[in-house]
């Protein structure tokens, strides 16, 4: 049981959000254009999701750890490196094996419902490995956020309505925008908090080249990009009014944002990358209920 518990440390469900929220909408947006449900095939997509998700959770601990992002005295990861729970030779034989499974059921979901899936599953395959591993590493290279935002966003909408519809959809990418916006902020919230152990380490984020003056002042942008884009995706048909109800999760927002107000303060930060992951998931709920609205 304690080391089940230590490899679901490894994993970090709490971030499950980030591939959970796209696949719900992508799913709803489906539906919503007239395709039947398939559960089944819902079931397959949304597990094949999170378990490459959790890989690469697990591949980007072992290496910021080996290349000295991840410390005792930091505050990312999921500390079961850090704290010798796991060896790095296990969490990377981990991260692989899952990323084994999580490529086979997205092998055997593209048989049954279009081969054209295995761009999507591709795309995230190599997208999660590579966000920390060698020889790409973009997230050292100040390319994170931007590949998270189309691949947890619009990639990740798009292939779950792949999978109910069969074809793919230019409406569904778009109306992904709201979860991009959000998914991202995730990703910064962490990078932000993070500068000092970053900078040590000689790697490159966004949050290090804004700097912790200006780039506080994305984390905002993010957030009311996701909201704002509501109007714009409703005026369009996209997504219906209904959208709207995800105003009610503004109490999160704000919780949110008054941690990046005034002066630069990592303690303070601590908590804001599982405070903007409550909210996409909040917000992500109410936005694929609605979408299910005609």
């Excluded at 957030?223 to 996209?238: C, I």
């Amino acid at each position: 049981m304690t080391n089940f518990k230590v490899w679901w440390k490894a994993a970090r469900p709490f971030s499950w959000t980030a591939s959970l929220i796209p696949v719900v909408l992508g799913t709803a947006l489906a539906v919503r254009d007239g395709s039947p449900l398939n559960l089944f095939h819902f079931t397959i997509g949304l597990t094949s999701a999170v378990i490459l998700q959790a890989a690469t959770n697990m591949v980007s601990d072992y290496f910021d750890y080996i290349k000295g992002v991840d410390s005792a005295g930091s505050y990312g990861s999921s500390r079961v490196l850090v704290s010798g729970e796991l060896t790095p030779a296990q969490v990377y034989r981990g991260a692989l094996s899952l990323f084994g499974v999580g490529a086979a059921l997205g092998v055997w979901l593209a048989s049954a419902v279009g081969w054209s899936l295995l761009y999507f599953g591709l795309a995230a395959l190599l997208g999660g490995y590579f966000y920390c591993g060698d020889p790409l590493g973009y997230k050292y290279h100040a390319l994170g956020e931007l590949f998270v935002f189309l691949l947890m966003g619009p990639l990740m909408v798009g292939g779950a309505y792949f999978v109910q519809a069969g074809h793919i959809s230019s409406a569904a990418l778009v109306a992904a925008l709201p979860v991009g916006f959000l998914v991202t902020a995730i990703l910064y919230a962490n990078n932000l908090r993070d500068i000092a152990d970053d900078h040590q380490a000689g790697i490159k984020t966004l949050a290090i080249l804004l700097g912790p003056g200006r780039g506080v002042r994305l984390m905002p942008a993010l957030v009311w990009g996701a909201y704002l884009s509501l109007f714009p995706l409703g005026l369009a048909g996209l997504l219906p009014w209904a959208s709207l109800l995800a105003l009610a999760t503004l109490p999160l927002a704000w919780r949110l944002l008054k941690l990046f107000q005034g002066e630069y303060n990592r303690a303070k930060l601590a908590m804001a990358d599982v405070f903007t992951a409550q909210l996409h998931l909040a917000f992500g709920l109410l936005l694929a209920v609605t979408a299910f609205i005609r």
